[in-house]
């Protein structure tokens, strides 16, 4: 018996000297690569519960929508549609000065911030406000989108388990990079865009070192809400679409038109979050975001395309249904409803309205195009406009016509996004202005 017992002892004690010697790994390129991994996948499951929890919040607050746009007095959707708004303000108000006291207003300055000057350490609450306040506040119609909040939630989640493994500061940023690669790919299927925009935004250099955690991390996200979330594109393109020569003058035309719009997005959106600051500085700070989305929800009753809960105004756009008027006040009034939200203390962010708003323009842009080109697709401009407002706002060229390549999965567009992207990221860059890409923007 004795004689069975030290043979097992001796066919284990390499197991057990390996387990003895696993935490002197961890700071290796081996662990790293491994603590990536395990972060894609906790990214990937992290994003469906954030996802599921804006679908609930939305789900909550739709009912009294639907309530008051049944009211036979239709003018009374001006008055329900702002209270319902301010209610899910007045929640993520309370959970600001209750919960999430201690925390900032988290977003994705605060993210590169923590990589660049903070050694990558994020509060570990900060993934828990980003799922509860970013889903009242956009589930009740808020004017902010949805995917900045999923990139702190990515983040805080990098930095909490860098800090449990005791990596190295060094280790820790690359970890809060790669949370943030993973919260992109996971949020909108998109593992190479998700990559880049950590690069762009976030990382700011690029490495062997880096780049390979990215990728591991950006993948496993990707595979492990496709795992939830299904595999399918979350926008709908049109089908093949044939671009030639001639084609790319117009397009070039587009790409400097998109960053304009891109300039009047930044331009209008500073200055009405910095109105809104003032005006409610004398405010008890619980009670802003309420105001803030009184505000947004009487944009909402006037515009429904303001909603962030769905993608629907911008595949409308894309497939070349909807109208003029529609299609240019919500370019003009977006950046309002944004500002309303985040400058008054709500959760969300502006990737999303970035996107519809280049949507929207792409759509005017091409529906007048075809009266002077018989056969333009307003739709095409859309999608391709849609991507350069977005390059432009966050100036990322690359991520920004990659990740619209992505979530449509129409390779014939990829060569017409990146074109315009260049554009409008090109004329941003040369006004100088203000970016929503903090890595640029200082």
Not at 18 to 32: A, C, D, N, Q, S
Request: hydrophobic share 50%; charged share 10%.
């Amino acid at each position: 018996m004795n004689n069975r017992i030290d043979r097992i002892r001796k066919a284990l004690q390499p197991v057990s000297s390996g387990l003895k010697r696993l935490p002197r790994y961890r700071h290796t390129e081996y662990g790293l690569i491994l603590s990536c991994a395990l972060l894609g996948i906790t990214v990937g499951f992290a994003v469906y519960v954030f996802h599921a929890g804006v679908s609930l919040s939305e789900s909550f607050f739709h009912r009294f929508f639907v309530a008051a746009e049944s009211n036979p007095l239709s003018i009374l959707r001006f008055l329900f549609f702002p209270l319902i708004t301010a209610f899910g303000g007045l929640l993520v108000g309370i959970l600001n000065q209750t919960v999430f006291k201690e925390i900032g207003q988290e977003n994705l300055a605060a993210v590169h911030r923590a990589v660049k000057e903070e050694e990558g350490v994020i509060h570990e609450r900060a993934s828990a406000k980003a799922i509860l306040a970013a889903a009242l506040s956009i589930g009740s119609g808020g004017g902010a989108g949805r995917e900045a909040p999923t990139v702190v939630l990515g983040a805080s989640i990098g930095s909490t388990l860098g800090r449990i493994l005791r990596l190295k500061s060094d280790q820790l940023r690359v970890l809060c990079g790669a949370g943030t690669a993973a919260a992109i790919s996971g949020i909108f299927n998109a593992p190479l865009a998700g990559v880049l925009f950590a690069v762009e935004t976030v990382v700011g250099g690029l490495s062997v070192q880096s780049f390979i955690p990215l990728v591991i991390s950006s993948v496993m996200a990707t595979a492990t809400s496709r795992l939830f979330l299904g595999d399918r594109p979350i926008l709908i393109t049109p089908g093949l679409v044939t671009i030639t020569l001639e084609d790319y003058a117009f397009l070039a035309l587009a790409g400097l038109a998109s960053g304009g719009v891109a300039i009047y997005f930044l331009k209008a959106y500073a200055w009405s979050a910095r109105r809104v600051q003032l005006t409610l500085s004398g405010v008890a700070p619980y009670l802003r975001p309420a105001i803030g989305g009184l505000g947004a929800g009487f944009l909402v009753a006037l515009l429904p395309t303001m909603l962030e809960t769905t993608y629907e105004p911008v595949n409308s756009a894309i497939l070349g249904s909807g109208t003029l008027v529609v299609a240019v006040m919500t370019v003009l009034l977006k950046p309002l409803s944004t500002a309303l939200t985040l400058g008054s203390g709500g959760a969300g962010g502006t990737f999303a309205p970035a996107m519809k708003v280049g949507a929207m323009f792409g759509f005017a842009f091409g529906y007048v195009l075809q009266y002077f080109i018989p056969g333009t697709s307003p739709g095409v401009y859309a999608l391709v406009c849609c991507g350069a407002v977005l390059a432009g706002t966050y100036r990322m060229p690359l991520a920004g016509g990659l990740l619209l390549f992505e979530i449509s999965r129409n390779y014939g567009l990829i060569l017409p996004l990146m074109f315009v992207s260049v554009f409008a990221t090109f004329l941003v860059h040369r006004s100088g202005i203000r970016t929503f890409n903090p890595s640029v923007s200082r």
